[in-house]
C-alpha cells in the first residue's frame, strides 16, 4: 500500500531555510529567484553535455581515429555513470551539504571538460566524458534538492520546476545547437572546453547567493549500494552494446544480460538490510513517485535515442552542415518551453495524473510520426513537425514528473528522491542509447543486404562496408565499384533509423501505461497556499 501524500496548510508546518542545522523558518529567501539562475546554470551545463557532442561526433572520431562502432560510447561514456551515481550523488549532497557539493561537482566538471578537450587518444576522450558523468551524478541533484528547499510557496514552486523541466528538455536541443556552433566556427574540442567559462559563472554566483542544505541525519556512505548499482547497469549496457557484433542469441551478449540483472537484484536485497541505504525503498513504495521514475525511465530511453538518430539523418542523409544541423534542432527548445509553461499551469488545475498521459501520448504519436521516415524525407516535411509534437510533450511530462516525484518525501530523503528524477532519465538514455543502437544496426544490416543490386553478392556487400562505412568520416573507399552500393546503404540507414523511432514510439506507449496505471495525484495533491511547506 503506497503511503499517503503529505498535504499542509498555510503556516502548519515548518518550510526548510536551506540552513546547515537542518532547521527551519517560515520566510522567504530574498535571493530565491537568484539562486534558481544559479542552479539553472549548473544544470543546464549538465543536460548540455549529454548532446553536445552528437553534432561533433563525425569530426571527432575522424581525429581521434574513433572505430564506427565505437562512437556511441562518446554519449554512453557520460550517461552509464551519470545515471549509475545519481542516487549515491544525492546521499552525499544530503549529508555533506547540498551547496558545498553543488561547489565540488562544478570544479570537477570544469576539470573532467578541460581533459576531454585536450584528449589525444580515444581512451582520454571517453576517460573524460565518464569523469563528467561522475561529477555530475552530484551535480544534479545537488542542485534540484536546492529548489525544494528554497521554494516553499506552492506557486512559485510551480514555476520554479517549470524553468527546471525547460531546462531538462530544451538544454537536450541547445546542447546540439551550441555543438554544432562550436564544431563549425572553432573547433569539436570546444564541445568540452566551453564548459569550462560556464562552470566559473555558476561557480562565483554559488558562493554569495546559495545556501548551505542539508540532511539533520546521516553519517555513512552505502558504497556496496553504489558498487553493486554501477555494476549492474555498466553489465546491462555492455550486454546491450555487444549485441549487433554477438547476435542476441550468444553467450557473450545474454551472459551479460544476466549478469547486470542479478546484479541489481543483489542491490535491492542490499538496500534492503542497509542501515543507510543509497536509494531507501520507502522512496518507491509511494504509488505516484513510482510511477514517475518508471516514466522517466522509459522516456530518457526513448529520448536520448530519438536525438542520436535525427542528428546521423539531418548530417548523413540531409547532409547538413553542423551549425544547420544544431539549428534543425531549436523547435525541439521552443516546444519544451511552451509545454512546460503551459503545463506549470494546467498541472495545478487537472493535476499531474492528467498532465504526464497527454505528454506522453504526444511523444509516442511524434516517434510514430518519425518512425516512416525514408531516404526522400525532407526537414520540413518530417523532421519539423514531429519534433514540434514531441517537444511540446517532453514540456508536460519533464514539468509534471518533478512535481510528483517529489510528493510527500521527507527532509532526510529529498536529495535521494530529487536524484531518482534525473536516475532514471539518465539509466533509461544509456540503456536506450545501447539498446536503439542495436535495433538500428539489426535494421540496417538485413535491409541492406536485402536490397543488393543486381549482380552484387553477399560476400562483395560484406566487403564493402567497413568501405561505406569510412565514407561517413570524408575517407574514399580503395575500390571505386564500392560507390555503386552507397544509394543502398543510405537507405539502409535510414530504415534502421525508422526502426529505432518505432522502437522509442512503443518505449512511449509503456510509459503512458504506467503512469495511467500508477500516477493519481490531482490539482489537490499538490502543496497548497501562501506557505504551504515544500514537497520535501
Given at each position: 500500500m503506497s503511503e499517503p501524500l503529505q498535504k499542509t496548510s498555510p503556516g502548519a508546518g515548518p518550510a526548510p531555510t536551506g540552513e546547515p542545522d537542518g532547521e527551519f523558518q517560515h520566510h522567504l529567501d530574498p535571493k530565491r529567484w537568484w539562486a534558481l539562475a544559479v542552479i539553472a546554470v549548473s544544470q543546464l551545463m549538465v543536460v548540455l553535455d549529454a548532446t553536445?557532442?552528437?553534432?561533433?561526433?563525425?569530426?571527432?572520431?575522424?581525429?581521434?581515429?574513433?572505430?564506427?562502432?565505437?562512437?556511441?560510447?562518446?554519449?554512453?561514456?557520460?550517461?552509464l555513470p551519470f545515471g549509475s551515481l545519481l542516487l549515491l550523488g544525492g546521499r552525499i549532497a544530503d549529508w555533506v551539504g547540498r551547496k558545498r557539493m553543488l561547489i565540488v561537482a562544478l570544479c570537477g566538471f570544469a576539470i573532467a571538460s578541460a581533459v576531454g578537450g585536450a584528449a589525444q587518444e580515444p581512451w582520454m576522450l571517453f576517460?573524460?566524458?565518464?569523469?563528467?558523468?561522475?561529477?555530475?551524478?552530484?551535480?544534479?541533484?545537488?542542485?534540484?534538492?536546492?529548489?525544494?528547499?528554497?521554494?516553499?510557496?506552492?506557486?512559485?514552486?510551480?514555476?520554479?520546476?517549470?524553468?527546471?523541466?525547460?531546462?531538462?528538455?530544451?538544454?537536450?536541443?541547445?546542447?546540439?545547437?551550441?555543438?554544432?556552433?562550436?564544431?563549425?566556427y572553432v573547433d569539436w574540442r570546444w564541445c568540452l572546453f566551453v564548459n569550462i567559462p560556464i562552470a566559473a559563472v555558476a561557480l562565483l554566483a554559488a558562493l554569495p547567493i546559495l545556501r548551505e542544505s542539508k540532511a539533520p541525519t546521516g553519517d555513512n556512505y552505502d558504497v556496496a549500494g553504489a558498487l553493486l548499482?554501477?555494476?549492474?547497469?555498466?553489465?546491462?549496457?555492455?550486454?546491450?552494446?555487444?549485441?549487433?557484433?554477438?547476435?542476441?542469441?550468444?553467450?557473450?551478449?545474454?551472459?551479460?544480460?544476466?549478469?547486470?540483472v542479478l546484479l541489481l537484484a543483489l542491490f535491492v536485497l542490499v538496500e534492503s538490510r542497509s542501515s543507510s541505504p543509497l536509494m531507501p525503498l520507502r522512496i518507491i513504495r509511494n504509488r505516484n513517485r513510482a510511477g514517475a521514475y518508471i516514466v522517466g525511465l522509459?522516456?530518457?530511453t526513448g529520448l536520448f535515442g530519438m536525438f542520436l538518430f535525427l542528428t546521423y539523418f539531418v548530417q548523413g542523409t540531409l547532409q547538413f552542415s553542423p551549425i544547420k544541423a544544431g539549428v534543425a534542432f531549436l523547435p525541439f527548445s521552443l516546444g519544451v518551453v511552451i509545454g512546460a509553461g503551459v503545463g506549470s499551469q494546467l498541472v495545478l488545475r487537472v493535476g499531474a495524473r492528467v498532465m504526464i498521459p497527454v505528454g506522453l501520448v504526444l511523444g509516442t504519436l511524434g516517434l510514430a510520426w518519425l518512425g516512416t521516415i525514408e531516404a526522400g524525407s525532407t526537414y520540413w516535411g518530417k523532421v519539423f513537425p514531429a519534433e514540434l509534437v514531441i517537444s511540446v510533450g517532453m514540456g508536460f511530462i519533464f514539468m509534471s514528473t518533478t512535481n510528483v516525484a517529489l510528493v510527500g518525501v521527507s527532509p532526510a530523503d529529498a536529495g535521494v528522491a530529487s536524484a531518482m528524477v534525473n536516475t532514471t532519465q539518465q539509466i533509461g538514455g544509456s540503456l536506450g542509447t545501447a539498446l536503439l543502437s542495436t535495433v538500428a544496426a539489426n535494421a540496417t544490416t538485413s535491409y541492406f543486404f536485402g536490397h543488393l543490386p543486381t549482380g552484387v553478392t553477399a560476400a562483395q556487400a560484406g566487403a564493402a562496408v567497413p568501405q561505406l562505412g569510412a565514407l561517413a568520416e570524408g575517407v574514399q573507399p580503395s575500390d571505386p565499384s564500392v560507390l555503386q552500393l552507397l544509394p543502398t546503404w543510405g537507405a539502409?540507414?535510414?530504415?534502421?533509423?525508422?526502426?529505432?523511432?518505432?522502437?522509442?514510439?512503443?518505449?512511449?506507449?509503456?510509459?503512458?501505461?504506467?503512469?495511467l496505471l500508477l500516477i493519481n495525484a490531482g490539482r489537490a495533491d499538490l502543496p497548497q497556499g501562501e506557505h504551504s511547506a515544500a514537497m520535501v
Open positions: 553536445i557532442v552528437n553534432i561533433a561526433l563525425p569530426h571527432a572520431s575522424a581525429a581521434l581515429h574513433i572505430a564506427p562502432n565505437d562512437r556511441q560510447w562518446l554519449i554512453t561514456a557520460y550517461a576517460a573524460a566524458r565518464a569523469l563528467q558523468g561522475v561529477f555530475g551524478a552530484i551535480m544534479a541533484p545537488a542542485a534540484l534538492a536546492l529548489i525544494t528547499v528554497t521554494f516553499i510557496e506552492a506557486r512559485e514552486r510551480a514555476r520554479a520546476f517549470a524553468v527546471f523541466g525547460a531546462i531538462a528538455g530544451g538544454g537536450s536541443a541547445i546542447g546540439l545547437l551550441l555543438g554544432g556552433i562550436l564544431t563549425s548499482a554501477t555494476a549492474g547497469l555498466a553489465s546491462v549496457v555492455w550486454g546491450f552494446t555487444r549485441a549487433p557484433l554477438h547476435t542476441w542469441g550468444s553467450v557473450q551478449t545474454w551472459g551479460w544480460l544476466v549478469g547486470g522509459f522516456v530518457g539502409a540507414n535510414v530504415h534502421g533509423y525508422g526502426m529505432a523511432f518505432w522502437w522509442g514510439s512503443a518505449l512511449f506507449v509503456v510509459a503512458a501505461v504506467a503512469s
